[in-house]
């Protein structure tokens, strides 16, 4: 809550030359609310994704849901309408939605989460070689918007569109919390949570489809933002235990103060050249503190 906290500080401390209320509602609640979102959606879908896939590195990325999201934004709102307000949100969405029903419609297929899994990599691996297509065939221009975009920015979130994203991050949380002892059952198996009378595939369906959606909507209003969903439950795992309610209510605090506290320092960054890109400089924060932590409880 201290990071939460003091990332909204240098938030509102920007100056842009205007009236202190048209600086908060213009600027600074909706960067907030679009970094508060980010940060728990994030963590939220990489939980919910782990825990039904009984992997730890897996999240949406892994799965190709944001790749996805991506590529449909590219194709709809640069290469074919142009970009706008509404047809990147269109195509990130459509995307997200392609990716959904492939991944629900081989859930009713197969059994076995791994097989799942690996549906995943490979739609994520065709989704990221299709986006990397897409680049070359926009001019220079285009493809720096885009590469902004697609690494991550809460700059260009509206209010609307930051109060639209908390109200996705609190239903996927209490979604989470109502299936919480569901989640932990889930944990020790699949055949054990069916001996316990849990639908596994309902659950299973439920869980990707709102993963998928609150995804999707980060991604069409945000971009991409790495590692949070892996990084974060690890942490909070390591810390409060393996049951979830405990995990999530933590896990909701620290991926928030995660990326405002990072949007923080890529808004501070800005006024000596441009801003980092959220996504990037998340993955360069966390990437190196997640391989710590993996060789150290290697070690242990």
């Known amino acids: 809550m201290a990071l939460l906290l003091l990332g909204a500080s240098v938030l509102c401390g920007y100056d842009l030359g205007a009236s202190p209320g048209e600086v908060f509602v213009n600027f600074r609640l909706p960067r907030l609310l679009g970094a508060v979102s980010a940060g728990v959606i994030s963590f939220l879908s990489g939980i919910i994704l782990q825990t039904l896939f009984l992997n730890p590195i897996v999240d949406s990325a892994v799965l190709g849901i944001a790749s996805s999201a991506s590529l449909g934004a590219v194709l709809v709102g640069f290469a074919f309408f142009g970009a706008s307000v509404l047809s990147v949100p269109i195509g990130a969405m459509i995307g997200v939605s392609g990716a959904t029903l492939l991944l629900l419609r081989t859930s009713h297929r197969v059994r076995s ?6 549906v995943g990599v490979a739609l994520g691996t065709f989704t990221s070689a299709g986006t990397v297509l897409a680049l070359t065939f926009l001019n220079p221009e285009q493809s720096g918007s885009l590469l902004q975009w697609i690494l991550g920015d809460c700059s260009r979130v509206t209010t609307s569109q930051g109060l639209a994203l908390l109200t996705v991050s609190l239903a996927a949380f209490f979604w989470c919390l109502f299936h919480a002892t569901a989640l932990d059952q889930m944990m020790f198996g699949e055949q054990h949570a069916a001996t316990f009378g849990l639908d596994v595939r309902s659950l299973r369906l439920q869980g990707i489809a709102v993963a998928c959606i609150a995804t999707g909507l980060l991604v069409a209003w945000v971009g991409v933002i790495a590692f949070v969903g892996v990084l974060i439950p690890h942490f909070t795992r390591r810390f409060v235990g393996q049951r979830h309610q405990p995990v999530l209510i933590a896990g909701v605090l620290a991926s928030a103060a995660c990326v405002v506290l990072a949007d923080a320092v890529s808004l501070v960054s800005g006024s000596y050249r ?5 996504g990037a400089l998340l993955a360069v924060m966390g990437a190196p ?6 060789l150290r409880s290697g070690r242990g």
């Open 289 to 294: 503190l997640f391989a710590w932590v993996l």
């Open 113 to 118: 989460s791994s097989s799942l899994l690996l």
């Open 274 to 278: 441009s801003e980092l890109p959220l």
